[in-house]
């Protein structure tokens, strides 16, 4: 009997010229003619078609093919970094080229492109970035922005973007050729609205070949319970059910992260081992179960498994997040089981912050997650949760993110853009009015914006950061003062994911904590920032870093890539403090006051006052009563507290505080005023009205003239 070990890697060799095979039966295929020729007719086109016709690993060949390449770069964006990472690599085989030449991929904090590539995938983040540089993307001779029924914010903002520049240029052009083309592909058939957005271009539907799924309900969950350890539990109760009751096919979990995933896979991985296969499974050709994670962080050699055929008579099992659902296609999927669960970034309107959050998914995400099992012959879907929860708890549709997400960076970016009255931007979806009146607010408390709106000096730094403002403004504090050393590794760690390891078996957790109480406590302990600082610092100096991290129970990858973005982040500074204008200025005081100081100009919208007990407030004028987190250096310490700023919140039950440190009033006194300066309105009113260029340049130069005379705003 054969059970593979979780991690065996297979096939490593026969995999090119089986992939060629595949992508020659393609639903997409048969239109490669029609479709290149609409894309090289027509500014702007909308491709649907389901999900795994194509659409994304195919179209960008035809058009190489097709020479489109010659005019510059074929850009595909992605919502998701992983696959933006994955099809690229995926391309590259198909093509024959070595990833990072003629085909390549750019991420944040990670670029694998050259002066070679013309056939480029990338998030939408960072292109939206690169429009920064460069508003018409002269690069580009397509952009192809993909997965846009996904919403995601990036994605929308580049629609209303390239909306208006390409709208512009074509009405500009004489000859009527089209030199620039943006083609936005969509899973979901909410094509006439795209259309008709994009001033009614044309729609190309790849007719999809899709085979029923039965859907089931279950009792798991119901319109009261959301607790995770109780999905978790179900979903591989349910899933090794399948194994032992469906005939051959490979089944595909959905969880909402990495630490269930994870979780999860270990159970299954210990259960399937006391299956005997010769009495408890009903296909006697089904002889193991390979268990596979899939999720964003997740080291882009084992992502290649998933995409694997089994052995035969192995059954694959791929435990993974949303980003299954649309963005990658794995072939061979039977049987899904569907937790109901996402996690979302979603504006807490409660503590006024994004927060990641476990949500019930949509009826239409449900509807698109079953979908993957129907692929190559029927399928069927186990939904644990109860129709009861379908009819209360789930909505008909996936909010946009543009409509419930923190808008202060894309706003900059606008308004860096010249796009100065944001509220009447052509959005897809208006976002709600009080989201953009709100990310007004909290760039002008940074100082990123003035009264105006219009962006400052310090605001145009801030944008040269792939980081939020807040952050970023911290950092630039320290750097003013030469302190840079400390706030770099500190922003690099904030950027990555969790660093410390939590291990599922009981005794290994209290050992693993034990070793993070004893790394805050020789950073100087109570303050989780400094913690991070040292914990990255340590690491880096220590004879092997590895081994420093499997020691610490520290994720080593993401330490690595701290070190990465670190270098990276340096760099962006280096270039800046070269410019004569860079501020500088000098500070007297002991260095753990220089870091929290510094941290304060970022995080003063972060601020909470112990008021009873361990019960803290906060003072950005929600006033939300919040408790500082188990995992914080601070915990069980509040008593000797007063005044702290944090990084960021979790919400269940209570509201509790993650990454914390203590800070003095005073070093926030004059900052928190600005919290309550400004009526957002009054911010919104102003890129409201006409901007008249002329007035605009008398008002700068009165503006940079009451700057230099060091006036108040008010006073002059
Ligand atoms: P669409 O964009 O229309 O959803 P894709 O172009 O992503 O379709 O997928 C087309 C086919 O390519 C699918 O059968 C999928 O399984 C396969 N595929 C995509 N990425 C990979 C990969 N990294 N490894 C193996 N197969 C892949
Ligand atoms: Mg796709």
């Given amino acids: 009997m054969s059970k593979p070990n979780k991690h065996e890697s297979k096939h490593e060799s026969k995999r090119g010229s089986k992939r060629c095979v595949e992508a020659q039966c393609l639903p997409i295929l048969q239109h490669k003619a029609t479709l290149t020729k609409l894309v090289k007719d027509n500014v702007f086109l909308v491709v649907t078609g389901e999900t795994g016709s194509g659409k994304t690993t195919q179209l960008p060949q035809y058009l190489f093919e097709a ?15 992983v696959a933006a990472i994955t099809v690229a690599q995926r391309v590259s085989q198909e093509m024959h080229f070595t990833l990072g030449k003629e085909v390549g991929y750019q991420v944040r904090f990670d670029d694998c492109t050259s002066q070679a590539t013309v056939v480029k995938y990338m998030t939408d983040g960072c292109l939206l970035r690169e429009i920064l540089a460069d508003p018409g993307l002269s690069q580009y001779s397509v952009v192809i922005l993909d997965e846009a029924h996904e919403r995601s914010l990036n994605t929308d903002i580049l629609l209303g973007l390239l909306k208006k520049t390409l709208l512009q240029a074509d009405k500009g052009s004489k ?24 001033g009614h271009c044309p729609v190309f539907t790849i007719p999809g070949r899709t085979f029923p799924v039965t859907s089931r309900f279950g009792n798991a969950i119901g319109p009261k319970e959301v607790d995770s350890s109780r999905y978790v539990n179900e ?17 595909l979990v959905f969880l909402t992260g990495q630490s269930e995933i994870e979780k999860a896979c270990d159970m299954l991985y210990e259960k399937a081992e006391s299956i005997d296969y010769r009495y408890d499974v009903q296909d006697q050709t089904v002889e193991g179960l390979l268990i596979l994670p899939l999720y964003g962080s997740m080291p882009t050699d ?56 476990v949500v019930p998914i949509s009826k239409s995400e449900a509807q698109q997650r079953a979908g993957r099992a129907g692929r190559t012959s029927a399928g069927k879907c186990f939904r644990i949760y109860s129709n009861e929860f379908w009819e209360k708890c789930m909505l008909d ?48 408390q940074f100082d990123a914006i003035d009264r105006r709106g219009q962006v400052t000096q310090l605001g145009r730094l801030i944008m040269e950061f792939p980081l939020h403002p807040g952050l970023t403004r911290a950092l630039l504090k320290a750097a003013s003062y030469g302190c840079e050393e400390i706030l770099l590794p500190l922003a690099a760690m904030l950027s990555v994911e969790n660093i410390f390891i939590r291990p599922g078996h009981p005794e290994k957790q209290k050992e693993a904590d034990k070793k993070h109480r004893n790394l805050a406590a020789q950073s100087g302990g109570m303050n989780d920032f400094a913690t991070l600082l040292s914990v990255f610092q340590w690491c880096k100096a220590s004879d092997s870093p590895s081994a420093w991290c499997k020691e610490n129970w520290i994720h080593w990858r993401a330490l690595k890539s701290a070190f990465s973005i670190e270098t990276q982040l340096r760099e962006i500074l280096l270039r800046l403090q070269q410019k004569k204008d860079f501020p500088v200025e000098t500070f007297t005081g002991n260095k753990s006051e220089l870091f929290r100081r510094c941290l304060c100009t970022g995080y003063f919208t972060n601020v909470a006052r112990r008021s009873i007990g361990k019960i803290f407030s906060t003072m950005d004028g929600h006033g939300t009563a919040v408790h500082v987190h188990p995992s914080s250096s601070l915990f069980d310490q509040e008593a000797e507290l007063d005044w702290v700023i944090f990084h960021d919140m979790m919400v269940t039950s209570r509201v509790y505080l993650r990454t914390v440190c203590p800070i003095r009033y005073d070093w926030v006194k004059d900052l928190l005023p600005k919290l309550h300066e400004v009526d957002a309105y009054e911010l919104s009113n102003i890129a409201r ?27 002059a």
Avoid at 67 to 81: H, S
Avoid at 398 to 413: C, F, G, K, N, Y
Avoid at 694 to 700: I, M, N, S, Y
């Fill in 689 to 715: 009205e006409e901007v008249n260029e002329e007035e605009l340049a008398k008002l700068e130069s009165k503006e940079a003239k009451r700057q230099k005379e060091g006036l108040d705003e008010d006073t």
């Fill in 67 to 81: 020479g489109l390449w010659k005019g510059g770069i074929i850009g595909i964006t992605q919502p998701r970094r």
């Fill in 175 to 198: 000859d009527g050729s089209v030199r620039q083309r943006v083609v936005v592909m969509s899973a979901t058939l909410e094509t006439d609205k795209l259309s008709t957005f994009l």
């Fill in 235 to 251: 979903v591989v109760r349910v899933a090794l059910d399948v194994h032992v009751s469906e005939v051959a096919g490979d089944i």
């Fill in 397 to 444: 549709y996936t909010v946009p993110e543009i409509q419930r997400a923190s808008l202060t960076s894309v706003v900059l970016t606008l308004k860096c853009l010249g796009v100065h009255d944001v509220i009447r931007f052509p959005y897809l979806d208006h976002p709600e009015e009080r989201l953009l009146l709100e990310a007004l607010k909290q760039l002008y």
């Fill in 302 to 357: 084992q992502q290649r498994q998933i995409f694997q055929a089994p052995p035969s008579g192995i059954r694959k099992c791929v435990v993974a997040t949303n980003i299954a659902a649309t963005s990658l296609t794995i072939n061979g999927i039977k049987y899904i089981v569907d937790s109901g669960f996402v996690k979302q970034l979603n504006h807490n309107s409660r503590v006024g912050m994004d927060i990641l959050e």
